[in-house]
């Protein structure tokens, strides 16, 4: 394994996307050419159903080891300002659709959504949903909640609104690790929240550690995986750290090069989370998720329904994403498109009336068709290609994996081995048109391991 760790950790995407931002070719995108895609979605899929992902960007402290688009601030007066926009963008997008739209999913995320007030939060949901209608049978709302600030109100008001799916940010419990990356959250306030959102009914609540972090060690991620445990969460997400700080600068020189692990090092934490977790009876969910069996991540890998998005696995079920607020990414399937990624701007272009796009992609033929195999990959570990022409050229790129027993062909099935699940990020590469003949990758991505 040692070997094949330091042959295979190469800076490579986490596939969140296909193309990957820094290869999006529209970095000028125009609302025209979006909304273009938008409706070429609607005329492919014949379907008005439509997932909504709200970026909520204020946080009252900043972690170093951050890398969203968030604001720091303790001024709350900048929460109604805030609501207000994202309520106009949503009203120009009802304006450029020309039917009404269906809500399947909706997701909080930020930032921190839980820095606005309850009634805030109420006030922007009830407003959207009066726009549109909601799935009568198959919808899930979830959002992200920090434990420092999740109010009993909070869970009170998102659950009365349809939410029954929380992700509670923990990282880890050690408390050198949670200086080191400046947040400090206690076990017992977790465990307040964790309760009252059960007491409530939230059916679906996810803890979120992060391995890889400044100073941990292996100790440090096993006492993390044993508190977990004490609350056995229905899902819990194991990120891999991923230190970018050319993208994400001040926020991370918290701490010095020297602290965080690295190769074997960095791996043995995973791998000491994964075995207790799964003792513990959970199963893994494509590459850094674990789930109880009852939960709906495991039965959307069962029924072979797991999609993977900017927000990572999900169980997405409808071909179209609409980000609201600052920063967020829409997807049609043919087209990517980001919203300005400052307060300011974001909220200055809603306000005249436009969709605040500033960059973004449109997916050629090619693109779809990589884009579904590398999704293939990612969620389920195997594809299948059925063009010739792709499978010779794969089966040379991929040649070296074959041989040291990672992956494997069959006929024109593609399969990642249980041994090659840790690579899985090096097997996808082998599609990215981005990435040939550009071996050097240092400043686009974090370690592939
Ligand atoms: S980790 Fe969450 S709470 Fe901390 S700065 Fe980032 S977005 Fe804000």
Same mark, same amino acid.
Do not use: I, T
């Given at each position: 394994m040692s070997n094949l760790i330091q042959k295979y950790n190469v800076p490579g995407p986490r596939y969140t996307s296909y193309p990957t931002v820094p290869f999006w070719k529209n970095n000028d995108l125009k609302q025209e050419a979006w909304i273009q895609s938008i409706h070429t979605n609607f005329k492919f899929f014949n379907s008005n159903e439509i997932s909504i992902y709200i970026h909520l960007p204020f946080c009252e402290s900043l972690c170093t080891f951050c890398g969203c688009h968030k604001r720091i601030t303790k #001024?709350?007066?900048?929460e109604s300002p805030y609501i207000d926009a994202v309520i106009e963008e949503w009203k120009t997008y009802l304006s450029v659709l020309d039917f009404k739209p269906v809500i399947r999913e909706l997701h909080l995320g930020g930032g921190t959504p839980t820095f606005f007030q309850p009634s805030e939060l109420k006030r922007m949901l009830k407003t959207i949903f009066s726009m549109a209608d909601i799935h009568p049978d198959e919808y899930e709302f979830s959002f992200e909640a920090h434990p420092n600030n999740t109010t009993d109100e909070h869970l009170q008001t998102l659950f009365d609104l349809g939410f029954r799916r929380l992700s509670l940010g923990i990282q880890d419990y050690s408390p050198v690790v949670q200086k080191a990356i400046h947040r400090i959250q206690s076990f017992e306030q977790v465990e307040k929240v964790h309760r009252k959102a059960k007491e409530i009914g939230y059916t679906s609540i996810s803890h979120d550690l992060v391995f890889?972090?400044?100073?941990?060690?292996v100790s440090d991620i096993k006492y993390t995986v044993a508190k977990t445990l004490l609350l056995m969460p229905d899902r819990i997400s194991l990120y891999s750290y991923a230190h970018v700080p050319w993208v994400k600068g001040v926020g991370q020189?918290?701490?010095?090069? #020297?602290d965080l692990p690295k190769n074997e090092v960095k791996r043995a934490l995973y791998e000491v989370a994964k075995t207790t977790l799964e003792k513990a009876g959970y199963l893994e969910v494509g590459m850094d998720h674990f789930a109880l069996a009852h939960d709906s991540l495991v039965i959307a890998l069962k029924n072979k329904q797991l999609h993977r998005n900017f927000m990572g696995y999900t169980t997405q079920n409808t071909s179209m994403m609409i980000g609201l607020g600052m920063s967020s990414i829409s997807d049609s399937w043919f087209g990517f498109a980001q919203n300005e990624k400052t307060v300011e701007t974001y909220i200055e272009r809603v306000n005249k009336g436009e969709i605040p796009v500033f960059r973004g992609h449109l997916l050629t033929e090619e693109d779809v068709t990589i884009r579904r195999h590398i999704l293939d990959l990612m969620c389920h570990f195997e594809t299948e290609v059925t063009d010739k022409t792709l499978l010779v050229d794969i089966q040379s790129r991929l040649e070296e994996m074959v041989n040291d027993g990672l992956v494997v062909f069959e006929g024109s099935i593609i399969r990642i081995k249980e041994a090659g699940i840790p690579f899985v990020r090096n097997a996808c590469m082998a599609f990215d048109r981005d990435l040939i003949g550009k071996e050097q990758r240092e400043g686009l991505f974090s370690k592939t391991v």
């Open positions: #001024n709350h007066a900048v890889g972090l400044p100073k941990q060690h020189r918290g701490f010095d090069e #020297n």
